[in-house]
């Protein structure tokens, strides 16, 4: 079983930066994961894929979100991090957490096995 907290998320306003953090169970190491993603979902809106990345490292990004935010983990840490630069209105979302046992680190909700409970960011001025 594997536990996924995030936290990070807050209020910025449209051109501002946040970094999110999610924090994986004391018992499960990430590096064990194949694939770690973020994925996002506005009121009314479906689920979309932000970014992923691999045990190995390798990052896959939606072509929304290249150039400006950026994935990484800390395996030592079990912990994921989102970095997001130049954040828009539009981007305004619940952000969550997602683990995948399988290898594919694709941008589909269905490749994930486990899921936080979400991060609340808001860009508004």
């Known amino acids: 079983q594997v536990r996924l907290v995030e936290s990070g998320g807050g209020s910025v306003q449209p051109g501002g930066s946040l970094r999110l953090s999610c924090a994986a169970s004391r018992f499960t190491n990430t590096y064990t994961l194949s694939c770690m993603a973020w994925f996002r979902q506005a009121p009314g809106k479906k689920r979309e894929g932000v ?55 694709r941008l589909l909700s269905d490749d994930y096995n486990y899921w936080g409970q979400g991060t609340q960011v808001t860009v508004s001025s």
């Open 51 to 105: 970014g992923s990345i691999r045990s190995d490292g390798s990052t896959n990004y939606a072509d929304t979100v290249k150039g400006r935010f950026t994935i990484s983990q800390d395996n030592a840490k079990n912990t994921l991090y989102l970095q997001m630069n130049t954040l828009k209105p539009e981007e305004t979302a619940l952000y969550y957490c997602a683990a995948a046992k399988s290898s594919r680190c």
